[in-house]
């Protein structure tokens, strides 16, 4: 009785604190209102347009006289870039803002760990401030629509849960520091061939089931301050211009109350622009700033009565929301960051070790036991090569970047004998908005084949260190082909021959033609771009120091030929147009509804131990539209080793009026388990969740009938599933 009475008391205690806190922020909200009204109040017409456009590439002008600081933004989403200069391109060449680098997009969603995108997010937050950004332009949140789009990197998955679920967490941790997210690029940059003129069609379906929850978890669980509009256009509006898109979806669908700017030389005209909802201007390339679209050509459009003041007056609004958000106008209480510490390098650790993806491993060939073995050869260009540099907008100076050749030298080079060997050379060159160094990069370099080869003989193990690197894996051009440059193909068969100890590496941001090498070695690990820590993360997973618990965050097809936009030849358009015809089977919606056997499949990923997944259970078998689903089962590390497993619930709908994916992914959840360990897991999910775009009704819809919960440890390894009624 005792123990019900003070449950009883806490519960309501803890209600009517949620209750008054809710009402404090209210009241706060409200007195923010306020205050920014009396603000816009006291501005003139010019004041409040020097609002809504840069005064170089980086800065918003404030008003100083109302106390309105200068706005600083930042690129990116795996590190605060370096200083640009004022008014061009150019590093300033500071020697203060090295800062650290963190694995890149699919290396997060690989990782899929929501704790370390929070994690990311935190320490982004803390250098951002103490560089004195307010803006840190990130997260890229494109769906991966084709392997060849060469922000793939940059980005997550292809799948909308996933990218929600890691979103949320970063942004939120972010902001938590008094420093705003930009998630990016709304809507549809996925592609980097005429990504600043192409014209990209789809339906409301695919729009609102694939292209759009990653944007609407970002502004709606996320609370992103602030989103940046794509260079592209949609159903024939740039994206930042775009009515529907901005007005109809981005505020009043999903209620989004901060900023949307373009992205950097991505406005087209003032009075449209201004009408659709467009905030703020950046990057235009136009030298007088005073004659950027939204400048002296906004003013004259509010005296010329084409732009009513309240459209100002809006967008004002929304950029003094956001600066008081993260405490712009009081500064005193503002976090005030850090940079460079132990602790930020341990989280970028963390995110490249828990990134690395285990493909294959046939007889056990990893973990490797480095005191049993007295040599190993180091092959491949990807061994010695650093690529926080690269990749454009995102790239990072990073304050150090230890490659797998300096860590394995380090940990491993007092005690082996550690045999180099170039391998293949890069034959490409990087030209910002050409692809042109892609071509001719396929050229076999025997004599260095032969070093190699001859590296693997004389070691006892051999391990091919090789990928892509930022000359393909980049903004501003997709790749032209899916498979490995510079001859690695044969590289890996010719060292595979000589070694039958021969383990692959796979240094890449994007899906690899694999079919080639990969049942010609016994183990595969896939490591990404980890970022300044990269080699020591793939170091400790190559030893066995760390399990790897990747999964992948994308199908890697056998061809590209198997991939939706390319089965449908719908990438990268015709005569600068787009249809994605496809709709909603992108990625492993596409290979299951069609029985198509991809290389990998989503989720894929092995580990160093095993794990036993059962116990499948729903709390209910009926349930209502309005309720959620209370899912369990177990996960019971059956293997010898410490390790984590990350169970994945996917749901089908097998009978609906309209074409459903043969299995969708509604929840997951990462498991860390000591050997024999077993842990019962829970996971909800809402009945409303299982819904569809009911594009005639304009509304998400869940029909009646049967549906099907999946559980397993891939899209194509499912262990159990269960039957629910929804009524
Ligand atoms: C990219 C954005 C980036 C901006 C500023 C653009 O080219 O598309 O993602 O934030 O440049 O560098």
New binding site residues.
């Given amino acids: 009785m005792k123990k019900i009475i003070l449950t009883t008391f806490v519960l309501c205690t803890f209600l009517s604190y949620i209750n008054m806190s809710a009402q404090n922020s209210t009241k706060e909200e409200a007195a923010q209102e306020k205050a920014i009204q009396s603000l816009i109040k006291k501005m003139t017409l010019q004041e409040k347009v020097g609002l809504l456009h840069a005064n170089s590439k980086?800065y918003v002008t404030g008003i100083k006289r109302l106390g309105i600081p200068e706005l600083a933004l930042s690129?990116?989403p795996h590190g605060v870039?370096a200083e640009i200069n004022r008014d061009n391109w150019a590093y300033a060449g500071w020697t203060n803002d090295s800062s650290t680098c963190f694995p890149t997009g699919t290396a997060l969603a690989a990782s899929w760990n929501p704790q370390l995108s929070a994690e990311r997010g935190m320490v982004l937050g803390e250098e951002a401030r103490y560089r004195k950004k307010d803006i840190l332009?990130?997260p890229?949140i494109n769906i991966i629509r084709s392997p060849l789009c060469g922000r793939n990197f940059e980005y997550m998955s292809e799948d909308p849960f996933l990218i929600s679920s890691l979103t949320v967490p970063y942004i939120k941790a972010l902001q938590s520091k008094d420093v705003a997210a930009?998630v990016?690029?709304y809507i549809a940059?996925n592609q980097e061939e005429n990504?600043v003129t192409v014209d990209v069609s789809m339906s409301d379906r695919a729009l609102h089931e694939i292209y759009l929850p990653g944007f609407k978890a970002a502004v709606q669980e996320g609370g992103s301050l602030t989103v940046?509009a794509a260079?592209n256009k949609f159903r024939g509006d740039w994206c930042s211009e775009s009515n529907y898109l901005d007005r109809e979806i981005l505020r009043t669908e999903l209620g989004f109350k901060g900023v949307l700017m373009t992205?950097?030389?991505a406005a087209h005209s003032t009075i449209k622009a201004a009408l659709a909802g467009l905030d703020l201007e950046?990057?235009t390339d136009i030298k007088d700033y005073n004659e950027w679209y939204f400048a002296n050509p906004l003013i004259n459009a509010v005296k010329e009565g084409k732009v009513p003041v309240s459209i100002i007056d809006e967008k004002v609004a929304n950029i003094l929301r956001v600066m008081m958000k993260i405490k712009m106008l009081d500064e005193k209480n503002r976090a005030k960051g850090s940079m460079n510490t132990p602790a930020h390098q341990q989280a970028a650790y963390k995110s490249a070790a828990e990134a690395i993806v285990l493909l294959r491993n046939k007889n056990a060939v990893l973990p490797v036991d480095f005191t049993s073995i007295k040599s190993i050869a180091v092959i491949g260009d990807n061994a010695t090569r650093k690529h926080c540099s690269g990749g454009?907008?995102?790239e990072i100076k990073s304050l150090y970047e230890i490659t797998p050749l300096d860590a394995l030298t380090k940990k491993y080079g007092n005690s082996l004998i550690i045999n180099f060997a170039q391998g293949y050379e890069k034959q490409s060159k990087f030209a910002e908005g050409s692809n042109i160094g892609q071509y001719d990069t396929k050229k076999i370099d025997w004599k260095l084949i032969d070093e190699a080869v001859s590296a693997a003989k004389k070691s006892d193990i051999a391990v091919i260190f090789c990928g892509l690197n930022h000359d393909f894996d980049t903004?501003?051009f997709d790749r032209i082909d899916m498979k490995l440059p510079y001859g690695q193909e044969t590289l890996i068969r010719e060292v595979a021959k000589a070694n039958p100890r021969t383990i692959v590496v796979i240094i890449a941001g994007s899906p690899l033609e694999m079919a080639g090498f990969s049942e010609r070695v016994p183990a595969i690990l896939w490591s990404w771009f980890g970022g300044m820590e990269a080699g020591n993360a793939v170091a400790d997973v190559l030893s066995g120091k760390v399990n790897p618990s990747g999964k992948l965050p994308f199908t890697i097809p056998v061809s590209l030929e198997q991939s939706p936009a390319h089965a449908l030849g719908n990438f990268p358009g015709r005569d600068l147009k787009v249809n994605y015809e496809e709709d909603i089977l992108v990625g492993y919606r596409w290979f299951d509804t069609k029985n198509i056997v991809p290389q990998y499949p989503f989720g894929f990923g092995l580990s160093f131990t095993s794990f036993e997944i059962s116990g499948l259970q729903t709390d209910k078998k009926i349930y209502n539209t309005g309720d959620v689903i209370h899912i369990s089962y177990t996960i019971k590390n059956s293997g010898k080793l410490y390790g984590a497993e990350v169970a994945q619930i996917y749901a089908s709908d097998p009978v609906c009026s309209v074409l459903r994916p043969s299995q969708e992914l509604k929840g997951f959840e990462k498991v860390f388990l000591q050997p024999g360990e077993s842990k019962s897991v829970k996971t909800d999910i809402k009945v409303s969740d299982l819904a569809f775009w009911n594009e005639s009704q304009k509304k998400w819809t869940v029909e009646p009938g049967d549906f099907i919960l999946h559980l397993g440890n891939s899209s194509r390894n499912i262990i159990e599933s269960a039957i629910i009624k929804i009524q």
Avoid: A, T
């Fill in positions: 980086f690129d990116g870039r332009l990130g890229g930009s990016k690029h940059n990504r940046m260079y992205d950097w030389n950046m990057g454009l907008s995102s903004e501003s």
